[in-house]
């Protein structure tokens, strides 16, 4: 029927076979196939029933998100579901792998559905911005009723086969193969004189519920949880007509719904982070050929939050790691804090007593560097200076085995300089995790001047080995994300000097998506990490470069954030949730005082300008150094690292969307009001004024 889709006959039962690698993703040539196969079944007398089985890893999971924003091809797949379910013979589903979106709904169109213990179904739409467009929103609540239909649409996470069958998805659990398993299933049907059973003409698990009340209840869960996007409140509409309109009309109104979702900015912005972060992984000048060395030991040095975090990463992923520390208190303290780390999750109950022992079992304490001559890859975690990076990196060249990758955690020292201390600078990496190293997705892979491709390589394969979105990066003054963040950070300082409050200023960046506001960041990480840095700025910094004052006010009244009951906010004993400061605007009128600054009332709109217009002019900059490889790495590390709303896209994605020519134009307002810091990156000039996007780079 087409190269992807292929019709056999088994007998009396037709096989409509989808080999669409890698994830059969239902384009127009698998929806053509699916459509011809499925009609010649039916056309055909000696076709008593049809199986439809998927190659590859599995079965569909979902519409081909490549072709969204270009025309539309026909047969569109609501016209294939629906022609499938039309059908006047049994057909049964085989699914293995992840049945997601399109492919849940191909699925739910057959009559039947068989599927491997190891599979998962859901409908993840919601997180593309978008909802099930080809009846899933009318045909799920049939078959799991309205909440329960509700949840798993508008949260879009899977559930595993077990849960599937209990909920009544699909009606049996196989194993062994997929073809000869639906083959038996379909011959045991019509054993049994059981013929079509479509899931559009079920009402059973729609009657006798008050539908309406569940649809109330998710209506104010999602305009809580999820204010700020689009699509949660359309899927919610869609499955309200799945109760309220006969299957035709509620398939129409799905339609407009998810058409109104297809065209929004959202949806455009959170396929942009699907395919970034699946690209941020290829690295253009990396030989395709090039060897990954084994990793089956590491080693940790440090037993700070840092390193036990990062530790537990690699027991997570079921790799023995030995944490080095200095004595023998200091190394039982780090393997205690490990393993309260993973008593949380028990508590939490998203970890058994049983999984705790069986991690905390792959992790060991040393104290002795000779301990480290098997280990594979080393990642220092230690303190963040030079003297003490020189004497571990030392250590490390004369006690790893040769080929033992030695990588660093530094966030911001010169991994070339690290490198340099040993007599092996080609195994020597940046391995920069984000704090909690367990619990954040985000790894830049720091590549040194002198790293070679096979370490490159390598790091990277650790990275997706912990289940890191892991994004190579140049060496200089913290990477890509701390180098954006401090720009950010220190223009929400100025804001306060000129008339913001932490308040308002926090509110907007909440409203604009992020997790939080650069403040409550403040007071959770302590202002003495940001005056460091400005101390060491206003050293090294040439005088054009203003600093705002306000974190040394701020210490000299002891306020140092939540370490000490007050910082920007005040908290009260044991808790975290931070209320106003009454101290703080005698502290806002000092600094405005002293950098001479009239005080004034501040826009939503500035405010925004002020903060993420800044780091794409910093993105730019690392742009053009090659410190990313493109722009949408950028906004990989951003969306991942530092809580940048995936519905925005990313700063980079979020700038493109604006128009450079208008960002441009405001940074150069801002270097003309605000001096050096806003001098316009050459790369964002040259765009502007050329009419084109990051993204064409
Ligand atoms: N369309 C196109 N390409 C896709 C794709 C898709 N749906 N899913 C994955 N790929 C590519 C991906 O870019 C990568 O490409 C390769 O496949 C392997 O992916 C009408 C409208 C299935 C769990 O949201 O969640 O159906 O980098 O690295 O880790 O209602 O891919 O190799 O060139 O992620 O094994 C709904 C999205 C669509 C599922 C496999 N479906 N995909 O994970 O591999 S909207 C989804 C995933 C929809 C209907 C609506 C995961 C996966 P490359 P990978 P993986």
Redesign the pocket.
Known sequence: MSDVVTLERHGAIAVVRVNNP??N??GIAVREGLQNSFNAAEADPAVKAIVLVCEG??FM??????EFGKPPKSPG?PEVVNGIEAGTKPSVAVIHG?A????L?VAVSCHYRIALKSAKVG???V??G?L???G?TQRLPRLVGVAKALDMIVSGDPISASEALELGVVDALIEGDLTAAGIAYAEQLLAEGKGARRTGERTDKLDGVDNAAAVAAKRAEVSKKTPGLFSPQRCVSAVEAAFTLPLAEGLKRERELFGECLVSPQRAALVHA??SE??ASKIDDLPKDTPVREINRAGVIGGGTMGVGIAICFANAGIPVKILEISSEARDKALERARDTYGMSVKRGSLTEDALEKRMALISGITDYADLNDVDVVVEAVFEDMGVKQKVFEALDANCKPGAILASNTSSLDLNAIAAFTKRPEDVVGLHFFSPANVMRLLEVVRGAKTSFEVLATAMAIGKKLKKVSVPVGVCDGFVGNRMVFQYGRESEFLLEEGGTPDQIDGVLRKFGLAMGPFAMRDLSGLDIGLAIRTRQRQTLPAEFKLPTILDKMAEAGMLGQKTGKGFYLYEKGSRAPLTNPELPAILEAASKQQGIERRQLTDEYIIERTIYALINEGAKILEEGIAQRSSDIDVIYLNGYGFPAHQGGPMFYADSIGLDRVYARICEFHQQHGAWWKPAPLLEKLAKEGRKFADL
């Open positions: 890698p994830v993703a239902l890893s599995t999971a979902g519409a081909d998100i490549k797949l992840t997601l979106g399109g492919g709904e409908l993840p739409e997180k593309l978008l099930p467009g080809a899933g699907f395919f699946r690209q």
